[in-house]
């Protein structure tokens, strides 16, 4: 079982590869922000899209306790599975993204 420090190596790991894919269209860089206690990572789109400013969250990852809660997953095919196939147990993720009442239909954490 690997700790919390492996799960915050493999959380920054998955997000970054993301970074190093170019947009298809428009000004944009897709950009992680990891936290100072590496406990919350965000990746984030920046740039512009024509004369529109774009700026948003993909996806939120946080490490509570023993469990990495995804907040926020906009990637097509979801970070989750990156994750779990990466080393990190479904039982030790939590789709914070869904109800409560929810989650207990998903082969994920509860809380």
Not at 47 to 64: S, Y
Request: glycine residues 10%; charged residues 25%; proline residues 4%.
């Amino acid at each position: 079982m690997a700790t919390i420090e492996e799960y915050r190596q493999i959380i920054q790991g998955e997000l970054k590869e993301y970074t190093e894919i170019p947009y298809a269209y428009g000004d944009l860089q897709c950009r992680l922000i990891v936290s100072e206690d590496r406990n919350n990572f965000l990746l984030i789109t920046q740039g512009w899209e024509g004369e529109v400013q774009m700026h948003g969250c993909l996806v939120h990852v946080e490490v509570i306790g023993d469990k990495v809660w995804i907040h926020r997953d906009g990637l097509e095919d979801g970070i989750a599975n990156d994750l779990v196939r990466a080393g990190i147990p479904k039982g030790h993720i939590v789709l914070g993204f869904h109800p409560p009442e929810v989650r207990s239909h998903t082969e994920f954490a509860v809380s």
